[in-house]
C-alpha cells in the first residue's frame, strides 16, 4: 500500500508539473483527478485518463490503445522525454494494447462493451478508450448513417433522366463523367446523401440543381419541406445567396414545366445548425430530438467539414426518419475545432468511388453518365451514396494550382509556384522571411477600401442612405482578411489585430476611442441568443443614426443588414486577423495567410489547404522563415476516431 501511495505522488506531482509548465492542459489533470476520486485507481488508469482528456482537447474522440501502449508524445505534440518521465512517475506500464485493455477493463471507472453498464464515465470498446458521451455519439452516428444508407428508394429511371438532360442541358467543357449530373441521380435515390469536393466544383450549383430534381419528381411537390443549414451564420447566409443564384438561373430553363420560383420561395432562409435545432440558453440539449423531429423532408447541411461530433449526433437524432440529409463539404478542409472529424470519417476514401455495378447500372439508366471501370468497386452502402465532384472552375488558376500542390503534399511544387507569383498579376505571392511590418503593410492596403466608405458616412440626418452605407462597408470589408495559424504571439490573432489597429490608426484611418470605436471590426466568439448573434459571426461597428454619440455592430447575412447595440455584445474580439478555423464557410478576394515562426501541432497540411482556397483572386502568404511552409505540408492532420469502424466494420 505505501508503495501504491508513493508511486502516486510521484505520478500526480510530475502531472501537475506538465500541467504548470502548460504541456498539459489543468482540465486533463483535473479530469484524472475526478476519475481517480471515483474508486481505486491505478497509475494506469490516472495516466490514460488524463491522456485521453488532453487528446479529447486536440479534436480526437478516443485513445487508441496501440498509441498509448507505444508512448503518445508524438500525438500530444510533446517531446518524446516528457512522456518518457511521466511514464516513468507511473511506474510499470503495459507494453501492449492487449496488456492496456486487461487493466483498463479492471477498473470500476471503465465499462467495456459487452459487460454490464453501471454508467461508468469511460468506455472499453476494442482498442479504443473513450470519455462515455463520445462513445455514444460516435454510435449514434454510425448507427443512423448506416440505417440510411441503405434506404435505397424505387425512383423512375426514365423521369429522372428526362429532368436531368433538362437540368444539365448546357455543354461542359470538361470531359468525363458529369459529376454533378451523377450526384443529383444519386442523392435523389437515399436518404442520406454526400456531395464533396474542392472550392469551385459546384456544390451548391449541384444542389441546386438537386432542389428541381427533388420538386419535379415529388408527388405534390407543394407540400416539400427543404431546409437549409450551416455551422456558421456565415457559411448559411451565402448557402441561401448561392442557392438562390443557382436556382434563378434554372427558373428559365425548366419554364412553365415546374413553378421553381414559388416552390422554393417557401424553404425560407438558411439557419445555423443552432438555430435549426433550438439551441437553448445553459445547456446543451436542443429542443429538436428523437421525441420531437425537425419538420422536414429534406435538409441540406453545408460546410459540413466544421460539423463535429455532438453536433451531428444532435443532427440525426432529431431528423425524421423519412427525411432525406444531404451533406456537402470538403472533405480536404480543416476539420471542426471540437472533437471529430465526422465528414473525412463518412467519405475519407470517396476519390476512389468503389460503386457497385448495381450503383453503376442505376447511374448509367438515371443520368446517361457512364463510369469508367476504375471507380468500379465494394466499398459499403456508404459509398453507394457518396460523390466527390472533381472539376472545379477555380482551381485552373494559380490559386488553385497552388491548392492542388499542397493538398497532394508536393511542397516543391507549391514553393515554385508561389515564388513565380505576383498577387497583381496572377493572383498569388509568398513574402519569405518577413517581418510583421510587411503584413501591416498589407492590412492598410486591404482594409483602405472599406476604411475610405467609412470615412464617407452620410449626413447626419439623411437616413435614407444609411442602410446603403452600412452595406457598402460591409462588403468592402468583407473583400480582404489576414488569417493567422495559431492565436498568441507576433503572428498570432491577438498580436496581429492589436498591430493592425495601431498602424491604421497612426495612418489616420481609424480613430480608436475605448474598447468600442467606429469602424471596429469584431467576430462573435459565443452563441447569444438573447441579441441574435452566433459565434463566427462578423460585424463592423458604426454611429447609431436614431442616438447621437451611440455605436451598433452591423452584421450582413446576403443582402440584408441586421445591427445590435455594441453594449450588448460582450463575447466578442476585434476581427482585423482570425484564425483560419473560423475563416471556413467564408470567400474573400484577398486573403493573407501568415505563418508562425515555429512549426507546431496546429500548423498542417489542412490549414493551409484551407487558407488557400479562401482567396477567390489574391493569395499571399506571409512567412518569417521559409521552412515552415515545407513543414507544414508534410503534416497532416490525424483525428483518432472510431467512427469509420462502427459505419464500415472491415475499415476498422
Not at 428508394?153 to 437540368?167: A, I, K, M, N, S
Amino acid at each position: 500500500m505505501a508503495k501504491h501511495e508513493a508511486d502516486m505522488d510521484l505520478l500526480w506531482n510530475e502531472l501537475t508539473r506538465l500541467s504548470e509548465t502548460g504541456e498539459l492542459r489543468r482540465l486533463s489533470c483535473a479530469f484524472a483527478r475526478f476519475i481517480a476520486s471515483l474508486g481505486a485507481a491505478p497509475p494506469s488508469l490516472v495516466l490514460a485518463s488524463s491522456v485521453l482528456s488532453e487528446l479529447e482537447g486536440q479534436g480526437h474522440s478516443c485513445l487508441l490503445l496501440d498509441d498509448l501502449a507505444a508512448g503518445p508524445a508524438t500525438l500530444l505534440g510533446w517531446e518524446d522525454e516528457g512522456w518518457k518521465l511521466l511514464a516513468r512517475a507511473a511506474g510499470p506500464l503495459p507494453k501492449t494494447a492487449q496488456g492496456w485493455a486487461q487493466q483498463l477493463a479492471a477498473c470500476g471507472q471503465v465499462w467495456e462493451v459487452g459487460a454490464f453498464d453501471y454508467d461508468q464515465p469511460l468506455v472499453l470498446d476494442g482498442d479504443r478508450l473513450y470519455l462515455r458521451r463520445y462513445w455514444r455519439d460516435e454510435m449514434l452516428v454510425a448507427q443512423a448513417v448506416r440505417e440510411r444508407a441503405t434506404k435505397v428508394r424505387e425512383v423512375d429511371v426514365r423521369d429522372v433522366r428526362g429532368w436531368l438532360d433538362v437540368l444539365f442541358s448546357t455543354q461542359r467543357a470538361s470531359e468525363g463523367p458529369d459529376w454533378q449530373k451523377l450526384a443529383c441521380a444519386i442523392a435523389l435515390r437515399g436518404s442520406v446523401a454526400i456531395i464533396t469536393g474542392g472550392p469551385g466544383t459546384g456544390k451548391t450549383y449541384t444542389v441546386a440543381r438537386l432542389l428541381a430534381l427533388l420538386f419535379a419528381t415529388a408527388p405534390e411537390a407543394a407540400s416539400q419541406r427543404i431546409a437549409l443549414a450551416a455551422p456558421t451564420g456565415k457559411a448559411a447566409a451565402r448557402l441561401k445567396q448561392s442557392i438562390d443564384k443557382a436556382l434563378g438561373e434554372l427558373d428559365d430553363k425548366v419554364g412553365s414545366q415546374l413553378p421553381l420560383r414559388e416552390l422554393t420561395a417557401r424553404m425560407g432562409a438558411a439557419r445555423t445548425l443552432h438555430s435549426l435545432l433550438g439551441a437553448r440558453p445553459d445547456t446543451r440539449a436542443f429542443a429538436h430530438h428523437r421525441g420531437n423531429p425537425l419538420d422536414v423532408d429534406v435538409l441540406i447541411v453545408d460546410e459540413a467539414s466544421m460539423v463535429h461530433l455532438e453536433m451531428m449526433a444532435s443532427l440525426l437524432d432529431a431528423l425524421p426518419p423519412g427525411a432525406t440529409l444531404i451533406l456537402l463539404g470538403d472533405k480536404d478542409q480543416l476539420a471542426s475545432v471540437e472533437a471529430g472529424a465526422v465528414l473525412g470519417d463518412l467519405c475519407y476514401n470517396a476519390q476512389a468511388g468503389g460503386y457497385t455495378d448495381a450503383t453503376l447500372d442505376y447511374v448509367l439508366a438515371a443520368s446517361g453518365e457512364e463510369l469508367p471501370s476504375e471507380f468500379l468497386g465494394k466499398a459499403g452502402a456508404l459509398a453507394q451514396q457518396t460523390v466527390m465532384l472533381r472539376h472545379s472552375r477555380r482551381f485552373g488558376g494559380p490559386i488553385g494550382q497552388l491548392a492542388l500542390a499542397v493538398n497532394a503534399g508536393d511542397a516543391v511544387r507549391a514553393e515554385t509556384l508561389l515564388r513565380a507569383g505576383n498577387a497583381e498579376k496572377n493572383g498569388v505571392r509568398w513574402i519569405e522571411n518577413a517581418q510583421q511590418q510587411h503584413v501591416l503593410h498589407l492590412a492598410q492596403s486591404g482594409y483602405g477600401s472599406y476604411l475610405d466608405v467609412l470615412n464617407t458616412a452620410p449626413t447626419a440626418g439623411l437616413n435614407t442612405n444609411h442602410e446603403e452605407w452600412v452595406r457598402q462597408v460591409l462588403q468592402r470589408f468583407e473583400s480582404f482578411r489576414i488569417l493567422c495559424a495559431v492565436r498568441d504571439g507576433e503572428w498570432g490573432v491577438t498580436g496581429l489585430n492589436d498591430a493592425v489597429a495601431s498602424r491604421l490608426a497612426q495612418a489616420g484611418l481609424l480613430r480608436p476611442n475605448g474598447e468600442w470605436y467606429v469602424g471596429r471590426p469584431v467576430m462573435v466568439t459565443r452563441n447569444d441568443y438573447g441579441t441574435g448573434v452566433y459565434n463566427g459571426d462578423i460585424g463592423v461597428t458604426l454611429p447609431d443614426p436614431a442616438r447621437a454619440g451611440a455605436l451598433r455592430v452591423y452584421f450582413l447575412e446576403g443582402d440584408t443588414v441586421r445591427s445590435v447595440l455594441a453594449t450588448r455584445l460582450r463575447n466578442v474580439e476585434t476581427a482585423f486577423a482570425m484564425t483560419v478555423h473560423k475563416s471556413q464557410g467564408s470567400e474573400f478576394r484577398h486573403t493573407v495567410l501568415a505563418l508562425p515562426r515555429e512549426r507546431g501541432a496546429v500548423l498542417t497540411r489542412e490549414l493551409v489547404y484551407t487558407g488557400i482556397t479562401r482567396a477567390s483572386e489574391q493569395f499571399t502568404l506571409v512567412s518569417p522563415p521559409g521552412a515552415v511552409l515545407a513543414e507544414a505540408i508534410a503534416q497532416r492532420t490525424h483525428r483518432t476516431s472510431g467512427l469509420r469502424g462502427m459505419i464500415a466494420p472491415s475499415a476498422r
